[in-house]
């Protein structure tokens, strides 16, 4: 452990003219904070180019710490994307390829895959998740006993943000008899119990996330927090003084999803504030991202990528993304090659000098050593994108500048040069028919051992699997 620590300082303290700063100060284990949103569109903020929404504390973020061009999460979806994030898998790997069921889960993450919190909390981390939780609701998949000292937020994939209005739906399915109650409207829980929240929820996460981190000042010790917002995900739900920031917005629904993806920008500046007050904003490393592309539907945009939410084309798993930590990463610096949120479990485990334990395989890389010398940390490797549908499957690879992608069942693999062809229109497969082919067999070899689904989000999923005989992958993965 001693080892890893010293060679975590040794790199971010040594110049290299990368994105780290120079500094000659000795680090102690750095506070780290992952500012999760949900379906955030690519162009839906500031320092990615939005021209009508206004995010100021985001943006300031961003002009103080580093951006990244090409970010992406594991899967174009949320409970697979979440699940990769806490345990450095692809979800694949791990029978997670859908979202968790609905409602009455009895399923979730398998417990004997550590989550990235267990491990801090091992190494003497205070551990907080706020928010959206998504990764079972059953006790043994609880936040609390994988590794989160803290918890408040919901166990499922969602909720509505307006207490006056879920309470009393609540209340009503509770005077029926219900027990499958709709979880968008059920209670809030702290640490297991159940609480009486009565602020618009966004505001709700952002409120306990300070708390968390004036709590961890009191403590003494490094601490993880995972601030998992659920706006800008549907329902649709704004209050209105933060749509009236946005007068010129014509669109509803777009004039809706705006006031959400502002109450979340001010609840990170009311974070960062509070990190400055209690006097552990220099030592805190804050990443800030989305869990997949924006939801089209719902007033998202992700310009100038191809398509959304759902999709293995750009739009679907490509993120807005900032590092943020000061005396450390420069202020203003751009990292101009694909990084993985899968690469943050491996990087976060580095910085608190953990020791993994053997055999312990995760699919992605310590960023640490790349973002101080400016290099691709997955130069000629392969990332990948898997999306099963019905009968079939979305498939994406890329590898450098290239990116192969087939979209629905009966139609050709396609090769698009994505660093000079980012909207994905220009298909040169005909051109390179030996790059295409040798990239598709890789992703076939990748895929050999995929786990089964452990769950299907509805039932539908389940019996078409069934019935189609899925995954079918000498279908997937054909080229002639």
């Known amino acids: 452990m001693d080892v890893l620590r010293t060679l975590a300082v040794t790199l971010l303290s040594l110049a290299a003219g990368g994105a780290f700063a120079a500094t000659a100060e000795k680090i102690d284990k750095p506070n780290i904070v992952v500012v999760l949103a949900d379906d955030l569109g690519y162009a839906d903020v500031g320092f990615n180019g939005s021209k009508d929404i206004v995010t100021p504390n985001l943006d300031k973020l961003a002009s103080e710490g580093m951006t990244f061009n090409e970010a992406y999460t594991a899967h174009p979806f949320c409970g697979p994307s979440r699940a990769a994030l806490m345990t450095g898998r692809y979800p694949h790997k791990i029978g997670s390829q859908f979202n968790l069921p609905v409602r009455g889960s009895f399923v979730g993450i398998p417990t004997e895959d550590k989550f990235v919190s267990k491990v801090l909390q091992e190494n003497g981390y205070f551990t907080g998740a706020v928010g959206k939780w998504h990764l079972g609701e059953a006790p043994e998949y609880h936040p609390n006993r994988r590794g989160f000292d803290e918890f408040y ?23 029926q008899g219900l027990t499958n109650i709709d979880p968008y409207i059920r209670p809030l829980e702290h640490n297991g119990k159940e609480v009486e929240e009565n602020e618009y929820i966004t505001d709700a996460l952002s ?42 917005i014509k669109d509803k629904d777009r004039r809706t999803y705006a006031g959400m993806v502002y109450a979340m920008d001010r609840g990170v500046g009311e974070l960062v504030d509070t990190l400055k007050s209690t006097g552990q904003l220099d030592n805190t490393l804050i990443v800030f991202f989305s869990d997949n592309g924006g939801d089209k539907r719902y007033g998202a945009n992700n310009d100038p990528l191809r398509e959304g939410k759902g999709s293995v084309f750009e739009g679907g798993f490509r993120t807005p993304m900032v590092m943020h930590w000061p005396k450390q990463i420069k202020a203003g610096s751009r990292f101009e090659h694909p990084v993985k949120a899968l690469d943050l479990f491996p990087t976060f485990a580095s910085l608190a000098g953990a020791e993994l334990e053997p055999g312990n395989k995760l699919d992605g890389k310590n960023l640490v050593p790349f973002l101080k010398s400016g290099e691709a940390p997955h130069k000629d490797e392969l990332i990948f994108a898997l999306r099963h549908r019905g009968s079939y499957s979305d498939a ?4 450098n500048e290239w990116k192969a992608v087939k979209v629905g069942e009966n139609t050709p693999w396609k090769l698009f040069n994505i660093e000079q062809d980012k909207e994905e229109t220009r298909d040169l497969a005909d051109k390179h028919p030996l790059m295409l082919r040798d990239m598709v067999r890789e992703m076939e070899v990748w895929s050999w051992d995929n786990a089964q689904p452990g769950w299907f989000h509805i039932h539908k999923e389940g019996a078409l699997w069934r019935q189609h005989g899925m995954p079918r992958f000498d279908k997937t993965f054909s080229t002639d």
């Open 153 to 175: 937020g919901f166990l499922g994939g969602g909720h509505n943000y307006f207490p006056e209005l879920f309470k009393k739906l609540y209340a009503n399915q509770k005077a």
């Open 207 to 248: 409120r306990e996330g300070v708390n968390f981190v004036r709590k961890a000042a009191e403590t003494g010790k490094p601490f993880f927090l995972y601030l998992a917002y659920n706006a800008p995900h549907s329902p649709l739900q704004a209050k209105q003084e933060d749509m009236a920031k946005f007068p010129d």
């Open 396 to 399: 994406a690879v890329r590898r």
